[in-house]
């Protein structure tokens, strides 16, 4: 039978809706209609999916890794030997993970996460001559990073100055993160990953950022943090992976209103 077919069938054996399940897994009731219908090109591909299908297999009794090796035979073609990619193929790179902190990344998995290091190492680079090929009087005003998505802060949620002169930018982040339920999280600061892993409530990473923090969060509804103590304001929906860019420029613009 078919994958969602089968996940769909060990649910209502067990009494439970798609909202029963997505309380207890985090994954919104669309994208697990979505698996159920197979209907994957509307959910995110690769170890994105792969980490949903694990999780929905856990809470319905089926056996996470079975389900997942079955999903991949049927939609994700085989990889090419090495020696036979093109330097030119396209780059496939999942916004979040939510698989368990005892599954292995494969070698392919490593290598793509180096090849967008390598993406996001050239970005920065070419952000960095634009910044200084910006006249003085915009330097406020950094052009928009080209191909690298960012999530645009609201308007409504920027920081109110407290006094008539703005405050000196920091030299350096101090960045602390700690979820309050489990959340996939990945954070690249100054160009070096720092973290890649499920983090739960109760958990901590802190680390100090000079240039920039890439960060992605595969539950943002469960996601927390706090930068140089002030503690970070809500982006995102709950169960919709976000990424964001913060900087020693912008970083204020992602901390709640004092």
Known sequence: MDVGADLRKARIAR????????????????????????????????????????AY?????????????????????PES???????????RVGLARLIGPDDEVDRSERTRF????????IAIAC???????????????????????????????????TSGRSAPTPTELKVDIHPR????????????????KLMNAGDRQTFTVRDDLML?????????????GVRGRAFGRAGQPEWVRIDRRNYETFLERR
């Open 15 to 54: 009494n439970l809706a798609l909202e029963d399940i997505s309380r207890s897994t985090k994954i919104s009731s669309s994208i697990l209609r979505s698996i159920e219908n197979e209907a994957f090109d509307r959910v995110p591909g690769g170890v994105f999916t792969r980490g949903y299908l694990r």
């Open 57 to 77: 297999a856990r809470e319905v009794g089926l056996d996470p890794d079975e389900i997942v090796q079955r999903y991949r035979a049927k939609f994700e073609p």
């Open 81 to 91: 030997a090495p020696d036979a990619v093109h330097p030119e193929a396209p780059v």
């Open 114 to 121: 180096m090849e967008l290091l390598v993406i996001a190492g």
């Open 127 to 161: 952000f960095a001559l634009l910044r200084q090929a910006t006249p003085s009087h915009q330097a406020d005003n950094p052009p928009a990073m080209a191909e690298v998505p960012a999530v645009a802060p609201r308007t409504a949620d920027a920081p109110v100055a």
């Open 181 to 196: 339920g489990p959340c996939w999280v990945e954070a690249t600061a100054d160009g070096e990953r720092v973290v890649a």
């Open 216 to 228: 992605r969060v595969g539950d943002p509804g469960a996601f927390a943090f706090s930068i140089n």
